[in-house]
């Protein structure tokens, strides 16, 4: 084994007991003896490799308890034009949706260039926090702008933002069907506001996901700007046929 | 620019065209907002109010105590288009395509056995040979990724004698019948441990894109798992998604 260190190969092999054996969030994990005699390795090759599992937030280490298969993170499909709502429901994790502010507002310069739209267009500006519900804690995940233009949903106000996904009241109420999503993925720093609402520090890395969402007439429906905490999201494209001949390999006793 | 607008909209105008003329390079410090208050004989306050704007959009930054400078970011920013079941260029080709010098050197290199992760990601009985191939890779002369790939080996016998820090990985797999076409693939943003920080050239700690991809060629083989870690100076990750 040249290409990986013993503590990169092991790190990979305790993932794959994890697929195998169905592991799930908040499942405790065997000891470093443990992994150490069936892997025939030092323990402090699996201590490492626990350490990089560690680093990729594969794993969480519980003070004076142990390591425990970390949280699942919310998984936005790429192919999917879909609510953050309806993404968060396909993966168990509940969520609580926060309405921060309701504002009509007219396009200005800089979101001029962004949402393709002449400024002075009349919008709504919605502001609204997501939160993981979890068992023992409600975990701010990401805190999302959406900018709706008016003409295509007056009276948006209305409705509410709170319970129901913005896409939802869209297709119904206003007979708007969300066709396209042209979506940039990148990493910034968090600011005050955004520091403070996600509980996290100034300045760390979040993850900001910005773009447009057509109708099937080309109409711009929302602009939406989405700052989130990395550690709980994953962005994914799926392949039904590739997937199952992997499961195939998986049950067929690897 | 009409004469008639607002000066600090004026100014904001003058300087964007400097850094589009390339009179002002990235990096660079631009000058005083009281010079520039003297040559263009306005308030500094105005100036002041064109550069506010021009920082909140990303096109200058300032230095506490020393000055304002360009941004590099723009500059330097590469779109790596997500690839899709159409796209079937590799991130080279892109990179090629938009005039960036793709280098590459190679970490590794070499047969993997026992491996059961690297074979259950490849769809292969524990018992095949898999080729593995780790790259660092280079655009003009920065470190912009590291590339973890691997092969199942039974479709590319030959693959030892080939050198991956000049021949396209891609060109080799099309040549051979087995052209990645279909994909999986998986992005979330993570810390770079030490290892990580070392070859991309960031600070330990840092986020950094991880993506991971597994790609079938066009009969639904698996040939392709690759996992990869993107300096985000470099890259950024744009998709389309459309519904039925």
Same mark, same amino acid.
């Not at chain 1, 109420?173 to 708007?176: A, F, K, L, M, N």
């Not at chain 2, 690839?83 to 260029?89: A, D, I, K, W, Y």
């Given at each position: 084994m040249k290409l990986l260190n013993k503590d990169e190969f092991i790190a990979n092999e305790i993932q794959y007991y994890f697929i195998k054996n169905d592991l799930q969030e908040g499942d405790k994990l065997p000891s470093e003896r443990n992994f150490a005699e069936a892997f025939g390795v030092q323990r402090a090759t699996v201590r490492a490799a626990y350490k990089i599992l560690e680093e990729e937030g594969i794993i969480e280490i519980r003070e004076r308890s142990g390591r425990y298969v970390g949280h699942s993170r919310i998984t936005t499909n790429l192919q999917e034009v879909k609510s953050f709502s309806e993404k968060m429901h396909e993966i168990g994790i509940k969520t609580e949706n926060k309405l921060l502010a309701f504002e009509a507002v007219e396009v200005d310069k800089e979101l001029s260039k962004k949402i393709r739209l002449p400024i002075g267009t009349p919008l709504y500006k919605i502001t609204r926090v997501r939160k993981a519900l979890r068992e023992n804690s409600i975990i701010p995940v990401s805190i999302e702008y959406s900018y709706i233009p008016e003409n295509l949903a007056?009276?948006?106000?209305? +409705?509410?933002?709170e319970d129901r996904s913005l896409f939802d009241i869209l297709l119904k109420? +206003?007979?708007?069907q969300p066709k396209k999503d042209d979506q940039v993925i990148e990493i910034v720093y968090a600011n005050e506001f955004e520091a403070k609402t996600l509980k996290v520090d100034q300045m760390t890395a979040l993850v900001k996901k910005s773009g447009i969402t057509y109708d099937k007439d080309g109409n711009v429906l929302q602009y939406l700007h989405t700052v989130m905490n990395k550690e709980w999201v994953q962005f994914h494209q799926g392949n039904e046929i590739i997937e199952k001949k992997i499961n195939e390999v998986l049950k067929d006793g690897l | 620019m009409d004469y008639r607008m607002p000066l600090y909209i004026q100014l904001q105008d003058i300087i964007l065209k400097k850094i589009e003329e390339k009179k002002y390079l990235p990096g660079e410090m631009i000058p005083s907002e009281r010079k520039m208050a003297e040559i263009y004989g306005v308030n500094r306050m105005t100036v002041k109010r064109a550069i506010n704007k021009l920082v909140e959009e990303g096109y200058l930054y300032r230095e506490l105590g020393v000055g304002t400078f360009v941004a590099k970011r723009d500059n330097k920013k590469i779109d790596i288009d997500y690839?899709?079941?159409?796209?079937?260029?590799g991130i080279s080709a892109i990179f090629r395509e938009r005039g960036i010098k793709i280098s590459n050197r190679i970490l590794g290199m070499g047969d993997i056995t026992g491996s059961k992760f690297i074979n259950y990601k490849l769809g292969q009985a524990e018992t095949e040979i898999i080729w593995g191939l780790h790259r660092v890779r280079f655009g003009d002369n920065m470190p912009f990724a590291i590339e973890y790939t691997y092969v199942p080996k039974k479709y590319f016998d030959?693959?030892?004698?080939?050198d991956f820090s000049k021949v396209s990985l891609y060109d080799y797999m099309e040549a051979n019948?087995?052209?990645?076409?279909?994909f999986i693939q998986n992005l979330i943003i993570c810390s770079a441990n030490e290892k990580i920080a070392d070859l991309l050239n960031v600070k330990k700690g840092s986020a950094v894109f991880r993506i991971e991809y597994q790609a079938s060629d066009k009969d639904y083989n698996l040939v392709e798992y690759t996992k990869s870690y993107l300096n985000p100076e470099f890259a950024e990750f744009r998709f389309v998604a459309e519904a039925e």
């Open positions: 007056p009276k948006l106000m209305r +409705y509410d933002l109420e +206003y007979g708007r | 690839q899709n079941e159409t796209g079937n260029s030959d693959i030892d004698n080939f019948g087995h052209l990645p076409t279909h």
